[in-house]
């Protein structure tokens, strides 16, 4: 609380001070776009639509209203009618309104029944949120991997000036064929996201435990942006989607050689567990995959937020009991927030962050974790 | 209609007690009705404060002055707060101030029960406001709670969100029972069903709607309650729960409570436009039947605010068809509005003024919440600005306008004074514009894309979002203007009134003295 009462006099003082945000594109966007896939430009059809159709009837029933505001005045020298009820009148603005409605409804139906058929997909890409990044998985490929924010903290933390996709670029994009009917399978690991690409007109939920669905089929190539749209904790706003659409000899191209990549890190992996790491050089992978990884919690200084995040900083855990240390960090801890890293790090960036963690921010154990203590604990040794 | 009996001289055969004892003990309707208009106003003026520190954190992109935890305990207890604290209470208010008056009864059926459930109302908003202040915070789940967010992954202060919120709701019961007890029992001879002020009526619908669907919320809060720390598996997955589950209850008590929030609005504009057009109101029958048409709707129309969870497809045509059908008895109701004003004689007074206002800012709305039940359509406004956009054109340019256009036209009747007009006057156009530039342009945000509930947002929002905080503060400080005639009014300042007040008002309550003696119809009057 203190806290945050130096935070608003602070800023009331620097309000003025920012003030460079013009040059992006789409500054004053108004409308929906209309996306780029054949399904949003129903979707947008049916906005404008539905848009017109509004400001018709505000058109009509503000127009009498206001007449009525002008001409039927005390002022003008009106004197009040005495009708109070027309049967005729009631029930035509009773069914014309229904008449209209019947209108918005066929065209709607049709769409939405379009929308929700993701049969006959030519890719499966499994979606997976959690606090707060996507993890993408294509289904019939051997490729997985996970997508965080990319925006410096101190661009978010107005240090560094905004660059132009600020909060919309990640890491790692996911990256689809072109011209293909590709099917999202969509879930989440903890609680519930959205997974939102507005040009492509999908949003669907990720809800733990059960898997929805969507598609799309992109056609132009190009790098299309959305955000996590369902409140999902205190990162809420900094988890986004990119969508690289790639035309499909590229993509293929795009996927073999990430394939190889991730499989190349795997025997890198085993090789690992023969050899030792140098303090410095757990300390700085630890570091950065500390930034990425876990300070969105325990924030970057370690302390956490208190009754919310625990502190690593000066705690029993990262002081003293390193088994339990490691095996919280690869397994997670059920029923709280606290993510099971194994398998989203590998495990030289899981040996990295559990010695960054004994060292820093004054906790200086000397320990140094490395490769193979974290594979013992893997494997249940 | 009736004859008015003078009552005004009875006060002084019981021995009221004086000072802070007089509102802690009281059983007046009048009096519980002034408590909660207080109460509710005090709540409206927190819960602004809290937007306000919304809109200043999002007057730029970048985080400024909250951090994003603190930024969702905003939001969620700004919801909170306006819902159960601001705008339910004032309906209840002006409920117990008028209902007696309008029907010819001396007091509420329930009078002691009246007392209680106004002052366990404090200790709700008590608990749930001393919440933020705990190690952690207060909830930060939104006002919409959605589990797991709210079980497994929320702070230790959810015990205290979950009491106060069945404290809430106990307090809205009793009310609730209250109010149609005494509808149902207490009307003078005369006042049959079809003559009963439109006030009247629709307080009695919202009065069933609140008991139908506040014990769901309190099921709801109390499943999360044990979700949380009594280890069962309602919304869990892992243990055979569905987390979309919780989302059906909540929003089956969520969409009927959005209709408790507004057709006791569509009760005073009733009264309201009929008196400044000097005209009966248009289809009083019609106007009935479409408030039960729309409160029986709004059972089926729960899963609208669903569409992106991942329903079968029929069940999605479904919500959209019965959601859309809303729109005709909501039609109709502007329609006779506004058949009233044609060929009325209008004057604008300042109650006109907000119910105007009412009338065009509800329907903008309305329309809006005809576009959001195209479900393809709400895959892209879900969870966006746009969302926001329209709630509040209901909410506040809606309800809460409705609250202030009643509380303008009653309010002379209560103090015996006429307000401060020329300030009720800015108060109003104040409140218009910068109403109007704070919620206008998120629909623009929305469409382009800006989420919901977020601290921080992309650089292509930044020029709407420093309008809309620019109008956040407008409107907030524009409330303050209101503070003021209130108080000015209380202290009985200004020009006395006649008892009928203004020329064209009809009804039993403009035929007692005014200002309205203590007591009032302790013999009841005939209604012809």
Same mark, same amino acid.
């Given at each position: 609380m203190k806290n945050t009462l130096y935070g608003v006099l602070g800023s009331l003082l620097s309000v003025t001070a920012f003030a460079d945000s013009g040059a992006q594109k789409d500054q004053y966007q108004l409308n929906l776009s209309k996306g780029v896939t054949d399904i949003s430009g129903q979707v947008?059809?049916?906005?404008?639509?539905?848009?017109?159709?509004?400001?018709?009837?505000?058109?009509?029933?503000?127009?009498?209203?206001?007449?009525?505001?002008?001409?039927?005045?005390?002022?003008?020298?009106?004197?009040?009618?005495?009708?109070?009820?027309?049967?005729?009148?009631?029930?035509?603005?009773?069914?014309?309104?229904?008449?209209?409605?019947?209108?918005?409804?066929?065209?709607?139906?049709?769409?939405?029944?379009?929308?929700?058929?993701?049969?006959?997909?030519?890719?499966?890409?499994?979606?997976t949120g959690s606090q707060w990044k996507w993890h993408y998985k294509y289904m019939d490929r051997d490729l997985s991997y996970y997508s965080l924010l990319a925006t410096q903290p101190e661009q978010i933390q107005n240090k560094f000036a905004k660059g132009e996709n600020y909060l919309l670029e990640v890491d790692r994009p996911l990256v689809i064929p072109t011209g293909k009917k590709v099917r999202f399978l969509i879930t989440s690991d903890d609680v519930i996201h959205s997974w939102w690409v507005p040009d492509f007109a999908v949003k669907k939920d990720a809800n733990p435990g059960f898997i929805n669905e969507a598609w799309t089929r992109v056609d132009q190539p190009g790098i299309y942006r959305g955000q996590c749209a369902e409140l999902c904790g205190k990162d809420h706003g900094f988890m986004p989607v990119v969508v690289i659409a790639k035309d499909p000899a590229e993509y293929e191209a795009w996927v073999s050689e990430q394939e190889a990549?991730?499989?190349?890190?795997?025997?890198?992996?085993?090789?690992?567990?023969?050899?030792?790491?140098?303090?410095?050089?757990?300390?700085?992978?630890?570091?950065?995959?500390?930034?990425?990884?876990?300070?969105?919690?325990?924030?970057?200084?370690?302390?956490?937020?208190?009754?919310?995040?625990?502190?690593?900083?000066?705690?029993?855990?990262?002081?003293?009991?390193?088994?339990?240390?490691?095996?919280?960090?690869?397994?997670?801890?059920?029923?709280?927030?606290?993510?099971?890293?194994?398998?989203?790090?590998?495990?030289?960036?899981?040996?990295?962050?559990?010695?960054?963690?004994?060292?820093?921010?004054?906790?200086?154990?000397?320990?140094?974790?490395?490769?193979?203590?974290?594979?013992?604990?893997?494997?249940?040794? | 209609m009736s004859t008015a009996t003078e009552h005004a001289h009875d006060d002084h055969h019981h021995h009221m007690p004086t000072g802070i004892k007089r509102w802690i003990f009281t059983t007046n309707h009048k009096d519980i009705g002034t408590l909660y208009l207080w109460f509710a106003f005090i709540m409206f003026l927190v819960g602004g404060a809290m937007a306000m520190v919304i809109r200043a954190e999002l007057f730029q992109p970048g985080l400024q002055i909250v951090e994003p935890n603190f930024f969702n305990q905003m939001t969620t207890v700004h919801g909170l707060i306006m819902v159960f604290g601001a705008v339910m209470p004032a309906f209840t208010g002006l409920a117990n101030w008028l209902v007696p008056m309008m029907i010819g009864a001396p007091d509420m059926a329930l009078p002691r029960m009246n007392n209680w459930s106004f002052w366990i109302?404090?200790?709700?908003?008590?608990?749930?406001?001393?919440?933020?202040?705990?190690?952690?915070?207060?909830?930060?789940?939104?006002?919409?709670?959605?589990?797991?967010?709210?079980?497994?992954?929320?702070?230790?202060?959810?015990?205290?969100?979950?009491?106060?919120?069945?404290?809430?709701?106990?307090?809205?019961?009793?009310?609730?029972?209250?109010?149609?007890?005494?509808?149902?029992?207490?009307?003078?001879?005369?006042?049959?069903?079809?003559?009963?002020?439109?006030f009247v009526w629709t307080w009695l619908i919202t009065a069933f709607l609140l008991i139908a669907v506040m014990p769901v919320l309190a099921g709801a809060v109390t499943m999360v309650l044990t979700d949380k720390f009594f280890g069962t598996s309602f919304f869990d997955a892992a243990g055979g729960g569905d987390p979309v589950m919780f989302q059906h209850i909540f929003w089956f008590f969520g969409h009927p409570e959005v209709y408790i929030m507004i057709l006791p609005a569509f009760g005073i504009i009733s009264q309201i436009v009929p008196t400044f057009s000097r005209k009966k109101l248009f289809g009083y029958a019609s106007m009935v039947y479409a408030t039960t048409s729309i409160a029986l709707l709004s059972f089926i129309v729960w899963a609208h605010h669903m569409f992106t969870t991942g329903m079968p497809v029929a069940a999605e045509l479904f919500f959209m068809i019965a959601t859309m059908l809303i729109s005709v008895p909501t039609g109709v109701k502007v329609f006779n509005w506004v058949a009233t004003m044609w060929r009325g004689s209008l004057t604008f007074e300042v109650p006109m003024l907000f119910a105007l206002a009412f009338i065009v800012l509800?329907?903008?709305?309305?329309?809006?919440?005809?576009? =959001? $039940?195209?479900? *393809?359509?709400?895959?892209?406004?879900?969870?966006?600005? &746009?969302?926001?956009?329209?709630?509040?054109?209901?909410?506040?340019?809606?309800?809460?306008?409705?609250?202030?256009?009643a509380v303008y036209y009653w309010l002379p009747k209560w103090t015996g004074k006429m307000f401060d007009v020329t300030l009720a006057k800015w108060h109003f156009w104040c409140s218009l514009i910068s109403v109007n530039v704070l919620f206008f342009p998120m629909h623009f945000i929305g =469409? $382009?894309?800006? *989420?919901?509930?977020?601290?921080?947002?992309?650089?292509? &929002?930044?020029?709407?979002?420093?309008?809309?905080?620019?109008?956040?503060?407008?409107?907030?400080?524009?409330?303050?203007?209101?503070?003021?005639?209130?108080?000015?009014?209380?202290?009985?300042?200004?020009?006395?009134?006649?008892?009928?007040?203004?020329?064209?008002?009809?009804?039993?309550?403009?035929?007692?003295?005014?200002?309205?003696?203590?007591?009032?119809?302790?013999?009841?009057?005939?209604?012809?």
């Open positions: 947008y059809d049916l906005h404008m639509l539905m848009f017109y159709i509004c400001v018709a009837i505000a058109l009509v029933v503000f127009g009498v209203m206001f007449y009525a505001m002008y001409f039927h005045r005390k002022s003008r020298g009106a004197k009040p009618a005495h009708f109070h009820e027309s049967v005729k009148v009631e029930i035509a603005w009773t069914v014309v309104p229904f008449i209209i409605l019947i209108f918005m409804a066929v065209p709607a139906a049709k769409t939405l029944i379009a929308m929700e058929d993701s049969s006959k997909a030519d890719v499966t890409v499994l979606v990549i991730q499989r190349k890190a795997k025997e890198e992996e085993q090789k690992l567990l023969a050899m030792n790491m140098s303090m410095e050089e757990l300390m700085s992978v630890g570091e950065r995959v500390y930034n990425t990884s876990c300070a969105a919690c325990h924030m970057p200084n370690g302390e956490g937020l208190p009754g919310v995040f625990p502190a690593l900083k000066g705690s029993d855990m990262a002081l003293n009991d390193m088994p339990a240390h490691i095996d919280i960090v690869v397994n997670g801890k059920s029923g709280t927030a606290m993510q099971a890293f194994g398998k989203q790090l590998s495990l030289k960036e899981l040996a990295a962050v559990i010695t960054y963690e004994r060292n820093a921010w004054g906790n200086n154990t000397g320990d140094t974790v490395q490769a193979k203590d974290v594979n013992a604990v893997m494997n249940g040794q | 109302l404090p200790f709700a908003f008590i608990i749930l406001l001393a919440s933020l202040f705990m190690e952690g915070g207060g909830p930060a789940f939104g006002w919409t709670f959605y589990a797991p967010l709210s079980t497994t992954y929320s702070g230790d202060s959810t015990a205290l969100f979950v009491f106060s919120v069945h404290i809430m709701g106990i307090s809205s019961i009793m009310g609730a029972i209250n109010v149609i007890v005494t509808i149902w029992n207490m009307r003078a001879p005369g006042m049959t069903w079809m003559k009963m002020p439109l509800f329907t903008i709305g309305g329309l809006s919440g005809l576009m =959001l $039940a195209i479900t *393809p359509v709400d895959f892209q406004y879900h969870d966006t600005y &746009f969302v926001v956009a329209h709630f509040h054109y209901v909410l506040v340019s809606g309800a809460v306008f409705s609250i202030m256009a =469409l $382009a894309g800006m *989420p919901r509930r977020i601290p921080d947002y992309a650089l292509q &929002f930044a020029d709407f979002n420093k309008w809309i905080s620019i109008g956040g503060f407008a409107f907030g400080l524009s409330q303050l203007i209101f503070l003021a005639v209130v108080i000015k009014a209380c202290r009985k300042q200004g020009e006395p009134v006649s008892d009928q007040v203004w020329e064209g008002a009809e009804g039993l309550e403009w035929e007692i003295p005014s200002p309205a003696p203590y007591h009032t119809f302790e013999t009841p009057p005939v209604v012809k």
